[in-house]
């Protein structure tokens, strides 16, 4: 059997400032869900995001409700069993590629790109 293709993209916005937390092992990994309108529509879908290790610090750091960012990753669907016991699933999608797309993010970059040009 041949593998399969496992990629999504992402824009939307964050419904709420991601949440930040640490495996034993001191691993970083970052959960936050974005809101992404329908096209023709006033609803939206949720998508529930994770991003590991450095780039799970970096979504922590910077993110924040309400701003604009794309994401690229593979959709993960995992099984567990609630407080109750009732089985469960838990769609999201694991990133490894991030961009941020506020005007406001990229007016700080250019600042950053034109003091490094001045040096």
């Not at 936050?32 to 290790?53: H, K, M, P, Q, T």
């Not at 309400?66 to 838990?90: F, I, M, N, P």
Request: charged letters at 25%.
């Amino acid at each position: 059997m041949t593998g399969g293709l496992n990629r999504s993209i992402l824009a939307g916005r964050l419904t709420a400032d991601p949440v930040v937390r640490y495996t034993k092992k001191e691993l970083a990994v970052t959960h936050f869900c974005l809101a992404i309108n329908r096209v023709g529509s006033d609803n939206a879908e949720f998508i529930n995001c994770v991003a590991w290790g450095g780039l799970a610090k970096v979504c922590g750091e910077f993110l924040k409700k309400g701003r604009l960012v794309a994401v690229e990753g593979r959709l993960q669907v995992r099984g567990y069993k609630d407080k109750k016991g009732q089985k469960k699933t838990s769609t999201e999608v694991v990133v490894d590629n991030m961009q941020m797309l506020d005007s406001k993010f990229y007016n700080a970059a250019s600042k950053a790109d034109a003091t490094l040009v001045e040096v």
